[in-house]
């Protein structure tokens, strides 16, 4: 069986600055050894540059690709007239290994589709940028039965547009809206059973894809509720909103993970 390495991303949302940059890696050069997971940092794009050089700066000790750089959001398109967007490859410029799509205030906030979010997915794939792809219920959907077809349905236009090898380099996060920042989390029972259903649906059509692409999961995770999700089989970690601004927090995340 596969051995899926964990992961935990931290998403700042617009959040922090700098000085949050230098607490972070204070704390990682303290506590992180080199058997940690995957840590996955997205500051706001005008703190990039800070969170680069605070690793650069960082201990030897977990330089060996513990921490990697993610963004939180790409333009769809390559280049041109689209005032305030970020290309895919001018994140590569900046550093980044990751970048997070279709997160739930995007879709909510700012109009972005599926379709805009299956472009977006094809433009940071075009410039081996990994994709964070988020995908989740709302509420009343949840209430109404509608779950897996709502889960279905996202991982559908994803695959509809860039083919399920797209998947072989992506990350899935399973961020129910109603858990995001409501401090509600699934619990450790709903998470599995969602992310059993997302890895069944990939494994049904590609095994290699299903059985490697971590899933993680989003929506409160807090050192309290972490080590219950992460032990879940199908759950490969946890994208993290409000506690990856909290430098011992999101630490103690990262040991548990
Ligand atoms: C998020 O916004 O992706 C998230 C998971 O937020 P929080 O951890 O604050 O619920």
Redo the contacts with the bound molecule.
């Keep these: 069986m596969t051995q899926r390495r964990p992961m935990v991303a931290g998403?700042w949302?617009m959040n922090g600055d700098a000085k949050l940059a230098k607490a972070l890696f204070v704390e990682f050069n303290t506590t992180l050894s080199g058997h940690s997971p995957e840590v996955v940092l997205c500051p706001p794009a005008t703190y990039l540059e800070s969170v680069k050089h605070e690793f650069e700066q960082s201990a030897l000790s977990f330089k060996q690709s513990v921490i990697k750089l993610g963004a939180q959001s790409v333009s769809e398109h390559d280049v041109g007239a689209y005032t305030g967007e970020i290309s895919a490859s001018m994140l590569k410029d900046l550093g980044c290994q990751y970048v997070i799509i279709g997160?739930s205030?995007r879709r909510s906030l700012y109009g972005e589709t599926s379709h805009t979010i299956a472009e977006k997915f094809a433009a940071a794939k075009k410039q081996n940028l990994t994709p964070i792809l988020c995908i989740g219920e709302s509420s009343s959907e949840r209430e109404a039965n509608k779950t897996f077809k709502v889960i279905g349905d996202e991982l559908n236009t994803i695959i509809e547009r860039n083919g399920i090898n797209a998947f072989d380099n992506a990350v899935i996060a399973y961020?129910p809206l109603w858990?995001?920042?409501s401090g509600n989390s699934a619990t450790p029972e709903q998470a599995q059973e969602v992310h059993a259903f997302i890895r069944k649906r990939l494994l049904e059509v590609s095994p290699l894809v299903g059985e490697n692409i971590r899933i993680l999961y989003?929506?409160?995770?807090t050192p309290s509720n972490a080590a219950d999700l992460f032990a879940q089989p199908d759950v490969d970690g946890g994208?993290?909103?409000?506690?990856s601004l909290k430098p011992t927090d999101f630490l103690s995340l990262c040991t548990i993970a």
């Design positions: 998403n949302k997160h205030e961020e858990a995001i920042g989003g929506g409160s995770v994208l993290i909103g409000g506690v």
